[in-house]
């Protein structure tokens, strides 16, 4: 294949780069946008737009040839699969099953394909990335390259564009400083409809998102999705630390600096045409070709990803075919028995090995999912230990009115306190009693009471203050304003053995709000 044509298919945008083959390298000849507002890309429409591409293609002088598209992130569904190492010819069919098995998809509606990893985390064990789309979007992708007038050989996430894209953009000078090979790098592609964030590590994809067109208009929302997304790739075991953010950028575009200045890595911005003598029109969309560059840095042959011809389970030649066909016809029908009773023993095993794998992968599910389950209950745990049994205090306080006659309560508040910078607190919670009397000296006997049930090493109540809030205005005799307040040390509900009788029919209370109240 000496000429191509790469498209970048976007929902509303249609990127193409007509490129020759040149010492095995790709040569961009002639680059076209059509930004088409309406209809988006669908498989309704999809011949209609193949139809007006061609007719670009003819006004631009670009003729009709092989074509590889590629599709963005929303249009796939990504999984990360472990698996012990089998047989190659057995592990497409393996992908396929562990990728569909807990999707809704029909296995007759979907095409898979997947990429090994570069590094495997154990030894004997396999880890890929399966990639699964819908067969109606292939369809409708032949159905617009056909109607364009072209052929199309290859389909591929814009995903698994990174890595080639990356060593093109070192390659060319594109980017200047050296990324350490152990760092991850990401690539953050912007776009008028949406971007799409892809990490990148040894040449293989371990992470990528993609976000609608709001986020990427508004910089604030675009910078709070990075570092979301950032935060999710740090909290996964088996990432490695991000190096840079690599952001394809038209020159002097500045927006690289401002990111760069917002989040905890370095952006590097880089021009993915750097070194092409084809200039772009118009000249703001010289950075979206990211993808149509990837396309071309490497052969469409030697993609990652081709939902045009995905990998497929291989027959492997059977090293005694020769000996069994002499034997064969020789007649030994004590052989042929004997070799057919093999097969049958053989198939069975390979069947019960392959159900015993897949048995081992749903109880490693199963473990995490418990162990998960059981780190969430205890963290309820420690959160419910960090409160006072509120319930169990107002209990006690209603016993502690001896003379409820003489006192009328106007509010609780009851709050839990947080711990300071250093993990520690200096009590549970915080009480605070508002009251009205006739005689101080009722609240004065509040106080007593509550101090009297500090028994023992430990404190329940700490700081129990009284202050006076003057006098209330007008003719009630409960005229007089106090404010009880005291630190409260968590108990078990256990300690709680008070008793209440039944003397609270006059007694009236309200809530005012608080941090923690019942």
């Not at 970048?8 to 088409?36: C, N, T």
């Not at 590590?201 to 979301?228: G, Y």
Request: proline fraction near 8%.
């Amino acid at each position: 294949m000496s000429r191509v044509l790469a498209v970048d298919l976007q929902p509303h945008d249609f990127l193409v780069a007509e490129a020759r083959s040149r010492a095995g390298r790709w040569s961009i000849q002639r680059l076209l946008h059509w930004q088409k507002s309406s209809p988006a890309f669908s498989p309704e429409t999809a011949r209609e737009l193949g139809t007006g591409l061609k007719q670009r293609l003819r006004s631009a002088g670009i003729a009709p040839g092989p074509m590889i598209l590629a599709i963005g992130r929303d249009r796939v569904i990504l999984k990360e699969l472990r698996f012990p190492a089998v047989p190659p010819a057995d592990e497409p069919n393996l992908v396929r099953f562990q990728a569909l098995k807990e999707t809704s998809e029909s296995p007759e509606d979907v095409v898979v394909d997947y990429v090994p990893h570069a590094s495997q985390v154990a030894e004997g064990e396999r880890r890929v990335t399966a990639a699964i789309v819908s067969k109606t979007l292939i369809q409708a992708a032949q159905e617009f390259a056909e109607a364009a007038g072209c052929k199309l050989t290859a389909v591929t996430p814009r995903p698994f564009l990174a890595p080639a894209l990356i060593d093109h953009a070192v390659a060319t000078g594109a980017i200047a400083d050296a990324v350490p090979a152990s760092d991850a790098i990401a690539l953050l592609h912007l776009r008028t409809d949406g971007g799409e964030l892809t990490v990148v590590h040894n040449r293989t994809v371990i992470f990528a998102r993609s976000w609608p067109q709001a986020v990427v208009e508004s910089e604030p929302a675009l910078i709070a999705e990075v570092k979301r997304n950032l935060a999710v790739l740090a909290g996964s075991l088996t990432a490695p630390p991000l190096g840079a953010i690599l952001l394809p950028e038209r020159p002097g575009g500045g927006a690289a600096e401002r990111l760069g200045s917002a989040l905890p890595v370095p952006v590097v911005a880089f021009d993915p045409l750097h070194g092409t003598q084809v200039v772009a029109q118009p000249v703001d969309v010289r950075d979206h070709y990211a993808g149509v560059v990837g396309l071309l840095a490497k052969a469409p042959t030697a993609l990652s990803i081709n939902f045009i011809h995905p990998r497929q389970p291989k027959s492997e030649p059977n090293p005694l075919h020769r000996q069994i066909l002499a034997v064969s016809l020789l007649g030994s029908l004590l052989l042929a028995v004997g070799i057919g009773y093999g097969i049958l023993e053989l198939n069975a095993s390979s069947r019960t090995l392959q159900r015993l794998i897949l048995q081992k992968m749903d109880l490693e599910t199963e473990k995490a999912q418990v162990e998960l389950d059981a780190k969430r209950v205890r963290l309820v745990e420690e959160w419910q230990t960090r409160s006072p049994v509120w319930l169990d205090e107002l209990y006690d306080l209603a016993d502690r009115f001896e003379r409820f006659d003489d006192t009328r309560v106007s509010s609780i508040t009851m709050s839990t306190l947080p711990p300071d910078k250093t993990g520690k607190r200096s009590a549970s919670g915080r009480i605070e009693i508002k009251l009205a009397t006739r005689d101080p000296q009722a609240v004065t006997d509040l106080v007593t009471a509550i101090n009297r049930d500090n028994t023992g090493p430990q404190k329940h109540y700490v700081a129990v203050q009284k202050t006076t809030g003057g006098l209330a205005s007008g003719g009630s005799p409960f005229n007089q304003l106090f404010t009880i307040t005291a630190l409260v040390n968590r108990r078990p509900p256990e300690e709680y053995t008070r008793q209440l009788p039944i003397r609270l029919s006059t007694m009236t209370a309200s809530t005012t709000p608080g941090t923690d109240r019942r």
